[in-house]
Each structure stands twice: as structure tokens, then as C-alpha cells.
Nanobody
Framework: QVQLVESGGGLVQAGGSMRLSCAAS????????MGWFRQAPGKEREFVAR????????YYQGSVNGRFTISRDNAKNTAYLQMNSVKPEDTGVYYC???????????????WGQGTQVTVSS
């Protein structure tokens, strides 16, 4: 089992930056693809970004490409999401997840954190 705990959310003004962290315990995340997802009120959970086990390959949802950066530190068993130039439409609960496949779908990730709220004010 992998336990994931997100932190770093809060209130940020549009155009600002925020860094989310995802601390893992139970197992090393070096064997897992790590992903970030978000869920806005009344909407389905959606893919934001993912990073391969080694950290070499990354992939982003189109709306965040060029603004967000996903990274990982396997030695610290932690993944990150750096969010720059945030917009009000980035508001939502952000979840980190661990899975075995390079995927953008919720169902393919086995382990999830509890989420952290990100609110972007205009």
C-alpha cells in the first residue's frame, strides 16, 4: 500500500504561483507513475499532469501546459506540482495519485491522496 498526503494548497491571486507537494509513505514511489488530478465543484475529476517513474518523461493537460511543472524526488518519496500564472479556472481540489501506467485516466491510478484545495481569486 502507498499512502499519499498532499499539501501546499490555499488561496492565491490570479497570475500568482503555488507549489503542491505529495508525500508518500508505505512504499517507495520510484516504482510508480505519479499523477496530479483536480476536481472543480460540480465537475468530474480531470487529469492535470503525470511523470514517469524515473522523472524523465512528463505529460500535461493542454490548459496547463507551459504553466505547470510536475516533478519528483524519489529519494524523498515526494512528488510536486509547481503552478505558475494561475487562473481562476485552475480552482479545485488537487489530488496526487500513483499508478503503474502512463495514463491520463482516473481508473488506472491505484493510490490517491485526500486532496488539497486550491482557490484562485480574480
Amino acid at each position: 500500500q502507498v499512502q499519499l498526503v498532499e499539501s501546499g494548497g490555499g488561496l492565491v491571486q490570479a497570475g500568482g504561483s503555488m507549489r503542491l507537494s505529495c508525500a508518500a509513505s508505505g512504499r517507495t514511489i520510484s516504482n510508480y507513475v505519479m499523477g496530479w488530478f483536480r476536481q472543480a465543484p460540480g465537475k468530474e475529476r480531470e487529469f492535470v499532469a503525470r511523470i514517469s517513474e524515473s522523472g524523465i518523461r512528463t505529460y500535461y493537460q493542454g490548459s496547463v501546459n507551459g504553466r505547470f511543472t510536475i516533478s519528483r524526488d524519489n529519494a524523498k518519496n515526494t512528488a510536486y506540482l509547481q503552478m505558475n500564472s494561475v487562473k481562476p479556472e485552475d480552482t479545485g481540489v488537487y489530488y496526487c495519485a500513483a499508478g503503474a501506467y502512463q495514463s491520463t485516466t482516473v481508473q488506472t491510478y491505484n493510490y490517491w491522496g485526500q486532496g488539497t484545495q486550491v482557490t484562485v481569486s480574480s
